[in-house]
């Protein structure tokens, strides 16, 4: 091969691997472009945050408005994306601002705070609400953000006076660092808020799955993991009702439910009397199954939980983790696709490489070289990658070339009986 062709085709090699460069960038871009939405999705309020059916704006450390929910839409009488951007003072008379002002300031060195205020809906008369601010740190960079919940005063949670437990319940539920702690602290955490909101609890839990075959189990005490544990092993029980049922399920007393008897005997060794169990369904009404687990709250005295203010009490937060396990899902389908791109990329640079090598080693074309490489990984059951990496680890290798040459030749030899079978 003379001096001339050997440039020509090196030429033509070195633009085939630039083409093949510029694809690999372009998948470089799409995984960033996913790592981009990851982010995105922990700096922005989760769906945890749309659950909740109290107001709720999630701010900077300004108090510029990243989020809002439904209920804050409805609440200041403005579209929740047009409530972004919007300063939280601007909410509030003129008056009221120096409190915003300080509640800012305040939550930035605390972890919660609240006041009593006046805001201004966009119509209609001023209204006094309760405020609980939660700081987290949801931004990679570790600035805080600031979960704000309301409570209408006029509009209480509940039929009888407004418990600031519960704000405060929902403030920290609505803070919760989604994509930071694991699926399993998260439900752990929001297991112990719900005890907390709940009157009458004591103890709860969150099983993923039918509690007789669980997926996962997190709870916020011994209580909660011995009941539901004798739950298992017995195959019935509330939390095993709610979930067949895809119902609330109470029991007065579960050392003397008839409806479980097996179950009262374990029972009767725990502190645990009383328990609500509510399922927790999918977001997304396609999923099947349609109920992806329950939570229970448990309680030391017969009859805690009977009336119907219980029952929408833990109804939010099954509503809850039901949006938290929507998100979770969502930032580990992320997660997933941008380390097999990631995995793949690296294979397919190696690979290129390799080309370009055996391209050189053997004077053929960069289509040739592949088709080599392709041959090998199929005669020798060895994975392509694997071959390309070989190649690339130690280009100075003379042994290697044989066996590549060998293979070039029977390549060679195919394509061109190939082509006189075509031509008869």
Not at 201 to 221: I, R
Not at 236 to 257: F, I, K, M, N, Y
Not at 276 to 284: F, G, M, S, T
Not at 372 to 386: A, F, G, I, P
Request: proline share 6%; aromatic share 2%; charged share 25%.
């Amino acid at each position: 091969m003379s001096t001339d062709e050997l440039s020509l085709r090196l030429q033509v090699v070195t633009e085939e691997l630039a083409v093949a460069d510029d694809e690999l960038a372009a998948q470089q871009r799409e995984i960033d472009e996913l790592i981009a939405r990851e982010v995105d999705t922990r700096r922005t309020a989760s769906a945890v945050v749309r659950s909740v059916p109290v107001p709720v704006l999630v701010t900077d450390a300004a108090g510029a408005i990243i989020e809002a929910n439904l209920a804050a839409a409805t609440l200041f009488g403005v579209p929740a994306a047009r409530l972004v951007r919007k300063p939280v003072q601007a909410l509030v008379p003129a008056g009221a601002r120096p409190i915003v002002r300080d509640l800012v300031s305040g939550a930035r060195n605390v972890d919660s705070t609240g006041a009593t205020l006046e805001v201004t809906p966009r119509a209609g008369l001023p209204r006094t609400v309760r405020v609980v601010i939660t700081t987290g740190a949801r931004w990679l960079d570790s600035r805080p953000v600031l979960t704000w919940v309301l409570e209408d005063v006029t509009l209480p949670l509940s039929d009888d006076d407004a418990d600031p437990a519960v704000l405060q319940a929902l403030a920290t539920l609505a803070a919760l660092p989604v994509g930071d702690l694991s699926r399993h602290q998260l439900l752990t955490r929001l297991a112990g808020l719900a005890a907390g909101a709940v009157p009458g609890a004591s103890w709860s839990s969150v099983v993923l799955g039918d509690p007789t075959e669980p997926t996962e189990l997190a709870a916020d005490s011994e209580e909660a993991q011995r009941i539901d544990g004798a739950q298992w092993r017995s195959g019935q029980g509330p939390a095993v009702a709610a979930h067949r049922e895809g119902v609330p399920v109470r029991s007065t007393d579960l050392r003397q439910d008839g409806r479980w008897p097996v179950l009262a005997g374990p029972a009767g060794q725990t502190p645990v009397r009383s328990a609500l169990a509510v399922p927790i369904r999918a977001q997304d009404p396609t999923v099947v199954p349609a109920v992806r687990g329950v939570l229970t709250v448990y309680g030391p005295e017969p009859g805690a939980f009977e009336t119907a203010r219980h029952v929408d009490r833990v109804l939010v937060f099954a509503e809850a983790a039901s949006a938290l396990l929507h998100d979770l899902d969502r930032i580990a389908e992320l997660r997933a696709t941008a380390e097999n791109l990631t995995v793949a990329m690296r294979s397919r640079a190696g690979i290129e490489q390799a080309k370009g090598l055996v391209a050189g080693w053997l004077e053929c074309s960069v289509e040739e070289a592949f088709q080599v490489l392709t041959h090998l990984s199929q005669h020798r059951n060895v994975k392509l990658r694997d071959l390309a990496a070989l190649a690339v680890a130690d280009p100075s290798r003379h042994d290697l070339r044989p066996v590549l040459a060998g293979a070039l030749d029977r390549v060679r030899a195919q394509r061109d009986a190939a082509h006189e079978g075509s031509s008869s």
